[in-house]
T-cell receptor, first 112, second 113 residues
Framework: KQEVTQIPAALSVPEGENLVLNCSFT??????LQWFRQDPGKGLTSLLL?????REQTSGRLNASLDKSSGRSTLYIAASQPGDSATYLC???????????FGRGTSLIVHP | DADVTQTPRNRITKTGKRIMLECSQT?????MYWYRQDPGLGLRLIYY???????NKGEISDGYSVSRQAQAKFSLSLESAIPNQTALYFC????????????FGSGTRLTVV
């Protein structure tokens, strides 16, 4: 059974810092990995999707990398802003059923 | 209009009542999912459907049932609601071949009193 762990569970940083959020998974036979953002009480917004054949994806200040062999993905946020405050979740879809397994998220607070 | 629409957005119901949560999508995706989210437990899969004739149980299906009325509609029912079903419920869609990953609705906050 795939297990997805996100470290740290919570993070508080001053505005302007570059951040790295981590996602690790136990089964490297994945189909894709997706990073989401969730604001309190709201739905999940897709940030980046990395297919198993890819090593990284970039969108604006966000960069996600994937290393299947080590079972890890990182989400890099450059020059953090208070508007980045949210919970960030990663979801790993395995081959076969393609059903995603979610991590429990990293709660990020960026203070001015 | 949102790609994935959930109704109602909020609902308070009494123990023992039957309640239906509805989800509709305009993305044309074949696959639809129902998740519940609880503080500290993350997202857990209740049911999923790969097409209109395909319904599958997730990890926490007990106490729930679903209906896939059409490609675009997937409803979740609580036959006899109980307080520990109080949670935030999400519908999601995906298309295996589109490469766009998963799209989530805005959620239904359900409180069972």
């Amino acid at each position: 059974k795939q297990e997805v762990t996100q470290i740290p569970a919570a993070l508080s940083v001053p505005e302007g810092e570059n951040l790295v959020l981590n996602c690790s998974f136990t089964d490297s036979a994945i189909y894709n990995l997706q990073w989401f953002r969730q604001d309190p009480g709201k739905g999940l917004t897709s940030l980046l999707l990395i297919q198993s054949s890819q090593r990284e994806q970039t969108s604006g200040r966000l960069n996600a990398s994937l290393d299947k062999s080590s079972g890890r993905s990182t989400l890099y946020i450059a020059a953090s802003q208070p508007g980045d405050s949210a919970t960030y979740l990663c979801a790993v879809s395995r081959g076969g059923s393609y059903i995603p397994t979610f991590g429990r998220g990293t709660s990020l607070i960026v203070h001015p | 209009d949102a790609d994935v629409t959930q109704t109602p957005r909020n609902r308070i119901t009494k123990t023992g009542k039957r309640i239906m949560l509805e989800c509709s999508q305009t993305k044309g995706h074949d696959r639809m999912y129902w998740y519940r989210q609880d503080p500290g437990l993350g997202l857990r899969l209740i049911y999923y459907s790969f097409d209109v004739k395909d319904i599958n149980k997730g990890e926490i299906s007990d106490g729930y049932s679903v209906s896939r009325q059409a490609q675009a509609k997937f409803s979740l029912s609580l036959e006899s609601a109980i307080p520990n079903q109080t949670a935030l419920y999400f519908c999601a869609t995906s298309d295996l071949h589109s490469g766009v990953g998963y799209t989530f609705g805005s959620g239904t906050r359900l409180t069972v009193v």
